[in-house]
């Protein structure tokens, strides 16, 4: 037992805003949202409902947590959209005021078979087939920060229900007052052709890979172009990665016109010259003025979205807890674990140094128990000074 006694003031105070979206009628699901992010960020063992209830007062029952996380009486959307709206606006905006909006999928694996929304899945085809529940995550990134924005489960009996969730989660994501053009990032999974007629309405610019079965106004496929472009055509050009180290790539850029999408700008990019088709990156963007390093550098911003679902799951425990029987439940268990994020990116997001979550985390534990050392320390000295009055 990690020995805590109530919530740190810093959690209390920044969440109690929030307290409305929490309907029990005893009140007693906000306090336990707050022990949840709490434990969620100290906890180092497995991330489990029962295991974190072993860290919390004892007056604190797994079964109220459990009630808790299967109830609906909290909304998990709600929260993540006005929770992030919040740490974005708290944060330093960017000079040139763009904003980057990158969705992403990511698998969670499972071992029983009676998960609501599992089933068989890999995540490539050179990959072993495994057992687990697909979601989709969106963050917005600007220079050094990455904040989750929406997040939502992939239900498996609904086909190309990812693309259909990440349509939603950029219909219903409001740019902060600071960001003057916005620019979606996402994998090939992603580049369906309703996802860019909905950016062309919303005037929002977009560097998606795209896949080879695409085809240009005239009918012909991308794959063509692929595979019998001469080598000669490729050039070799000099990019920067967000976190400023350089990278060279071989592309051959152009500009076409592409059925369903019209005039757009068409990179191939491979690592080296001698790669084959296969290995061949197909990007599309509608930046007009662009340059091919430009392109590069804006696509390989998805790297941000990687590195965010990397700290959930090993930082946070993302999709760890053992809810089952209903689908809501579920969403419900893997929305705290970005919640929990997101108050690790609004105590500490500021700080200049290295944007990391496992940072923060540090950070936020060493507070903590400082605060409740301050905390007993100062409740000794009281009674030693009643007993001090009392003879």
């Not at 990158?102 to 969670?108: E, N, P, R, S, V």
């Not at 990019?269 to 990156?281: D, H, I, N």
């Amino acid at each position: 037992m990690l020995g805590l006694t109530c919530v740190p003031q810093k959690v209390y105070d920044f969440l109690y805003p929030y307290k409305c979206h929490f309907r029990c009628a005893q009140a007693r699901h906000f306090l336990l949202f707050c022990w949840l992010l709490v434990m969620l960020i100290l906890d180092s063992g497995k991330g489990t409902l029962k295991g974190m209830g072993r860290l919390m007062p004892q007056r604190i029952k797994y079964w109220a947590l459990m009630r808790m996380v299967r109830s609906g009486w909290w909304d998990e959307h709600a929260l993540i959209t006005e929770i992030s709206a919040e740490v974005v606006r708290n944060l330093p905006p960017p000079a040139d005021g763009v904003l980057h909006l990158i969705g992403d999928a990511t698998l969670k694996g499972k071992r029983g078979v009676k998960h609501p929304v599992g089933r068989t899945c890999r995540i490539n085809e050179y990959a072993h087939y495994c057992f687990g529940f697909e979601m989709v995550l969106m963050i917005a990134s600007w220079e050094r920060f990455r904040v989750p924005v929406a997040m939502a489960v992939i239900d498996p009996h609904r086909t190309g229900q990812a693309n259909i969730l990440l349509r939603r989660m950029i219909r219903e994501f409001v740019p902060p007052h600071w960001a003057r053009k916005v620019i979606v990032e996402a994998d090939a999974g992603f580049a369906a052709t309703k996802t860019f007629k909905l950016l062309k309405r919303k005037s929002y610019g977009y560097v998606f890979a795209v896949s080879r079965t695409r085809k240009f106004a005239d009918g012909k496929h991308l794959r063509d172009l692929v595979q019998h472009l001469p080598k000669s055509h490729y050039r070799r050009i000099k990019t920067l990665k967000p976190a400023g180290r350089r990278r060279d790539y071989w592309v051959y850029a152009c500009r076409r016109s592409l059925k369903d999408l019209g005039e757009v700008t068409i990179v191939l990019s491979k690592r080296r010259r001698t790669c084959g088709p296969k290995r061949t990156k197909i990007i599309v963007t509608n930046l007009e003025g662009a340059s091919t390093a430009e392109i590069l550098k804006h696509y390989a911003r998805r790297w941000g979205i990687e590195v965010t679902i990397k700290e959930l799951k090993s930082g946070l425990h993302w999709g760890r807890m053992q809810v089952t029987k209903e689908k809501p439940r579920v969403a419900r268990s893997v929305a705290l674990p970005v919640l929990a994020y997101l108050l690790l990116v609004r105590l500490y997001g500021k700080e200049e140094g290295q944007f990391s979550v496992i940072k923060f985390k540090e950070r936020f534990m060493a507070d903590v128990f400082q605060e409740q050392v301050t905390r007993t320390e100062a409740r000794w000295r009281k009674k030693v000074d009643e007993y001090r009055l009392a003879a």
